[in-house]
Each structure stands twice: as structure tokens, then as C-alpha cells.
């Protein structure tokens, strides 16, 4: 493993060779260690930038495999099997690596929506250095379950938009998901989605317009190295889950719900749940304060000398 020449934690952009790949990523902010790993798979990075948490942690957005300068066409850090082979065990091997490259004895790790899926297997399987774990718009499994459950919410959004004139393009976008093949599409399909993500997308558009135009996306085929679907199912594992764990969701995410989210928090023991009564699948842009708020106090309960891991 090697690494730039810079202070591993110093604000501004990094690069570190992890099993010959070379995976950036990004620290902004001040306060106790946490890493962010973004979802998609295959969403760039910059759309999870957190400034009202920034001002509390220390943040390091890891551009993930396969993304961004990390990844996509034509970048460094695109596996071979490229775009199969970006399963959570590899994702995990990079987050283990990065973690003892920023060379402190413990961080948070914070995963959203994919990232979340990321970051329960890594909380499971290497607890060692994880010192607490924010599982923010994730889920227990994936597969047909989660599929039906998605498709449910996203019809009742359909039927609360029907008159919007937009919601044709949205619903679409739904539609060409199987379609995918190249970057360019993935990005043009995540851009067409993301009305259906936010809880009031059009009532705030002068808001969100610009998230959403900004978005890009590596496609990442979801398939494994022998081309089989990575399919998560953790609910047999979360009850031996001893990091302690705050479940975040939004009330109207329609991809990774409060179903889920509820399942999570029984599932996991000692967990704290915290439902964002205003927001979708983006809480840290729909309710910036309420989110940080909540990600700040129980990183402060975890590092106060009375908490005690469950």
C-alpha cells in the first residue's frame, strides 16, 4: 500500500494505492473521524457532502471503486471485471485499507442507501476499528422483497404526482434502470429518478434543480465476477451486531423506506432509529440541521467516557 505525501487527514483531496488501485478521497471538516461512503452503486461522490455536519466531524468522502477518480471509464481505480465485480466484500477491503491509511484508532463510518449495505458488512465482518455506524437509507436485503416494497412506494408517489407534467419522464427513468450499459446512461437515468427521491422535490426545485443536474454516475452492473446477481440478505447476521448503530431514514424515501429502516432498528441490538418526518431518501439536503444534529449526538453519546457498547 502507498500512499501521497500529504497528512492522511488534512482537508482537500487525497490518494492512497490500495492492492495496486488507487482510491481518492476527500476530508473536509473538523471534530471526531467519520467515513462516508456514498451509494449508487455508482453514484459519484460529491452529491453526499455534508457542510452542516462538517462542522462537527471530520468527514472523508472515499470515492468507492469503479467511481469518480477512483474509477468510471477511463480512471484508475476500475477493477478488471469492470463494471462486474463490486461486491461489499470488495468495497469493505478498501474501506478496511483507507481506514488504517488515516492512520487514527477508531472512525464512524456513515453509508447511504448503497453505502449503507457497504457499511453493515464492513460494521459485521470488521468491527475492530469502527468505533460507531450510521446506516443512513439503508436495508436489511436487496432482491425481490426490497423490489416490491420500492415499486409500492414508488406508485403511491405516481399517484400523489399524477396530474405533475414531469412524472412521465420520472416513471421512465424507473423503466430504463434494466437498460443501463454505459456511464453516460446511468447518469442520465439517476438524474431522471431523483424527483421520486426527495419528499418534495417540486415544491423545492429551486432547492434541488442543481443537486440534480450535477449528479453523475458510473454504471456498475450489480453482478459479481462470475456474473451472478450480488444479492444482500444481513438479517440472519444484524443480531450479532455489537457497533453501536444509528438507523436514519426519511418518512417518504420510496427506495430504501421506514419499513426497512424499522427492520434495522429491531434487528440490530442497542440501536437508535431516527425517522426525518420532512425528507425522502436525502435527509442531509432536506433537513440539513435535524440530520446533523442527530449524527453529532450519538457520536458524542459513543465517545463519552460513561457510553458502553451493547
Known sequence: MTTSATEPLAAGTHTVEIDGVVQRYHVHGTGPVCV???GGPGIVWEYLRMPALE???TIVYPEPIGTGGT???GGTGILPSHPHGYTRARYSRF???LVEHLGVPEVFLLGHSHGGFVAQYHALHHPERIAGVILYESA???GP???AEAMRLVQSFAALHADHPELPEVLAAFQAIPTISDD???TVVARGLLP???ADYWGREEVFAPMRASVRAAHISGLDENLSPHVIDDRADLGSLTVPTLVVVGRRDVICGVRWAEELHLLIPGSELLILENSGHFGHLEEPEAFSQAVTRFVTSVNSPDSQVI
Open 36 to 38: 462516508a461512503h456514498s
Open 55 to 57: 462542522r462537527h466531524l
Open 71 to 73: 474509477g468510471g471509464t
Open 95 to 97: 474501506l478496511g485499507a
Open 140 to 142: 436489511p436485503l436487496t
Open 145 to 147: 422483497e426490497h423490489g
Open 184 to 186: 453516460a446512461q446511468m
Open 196 to 198: 421520486a427521491y426527495f
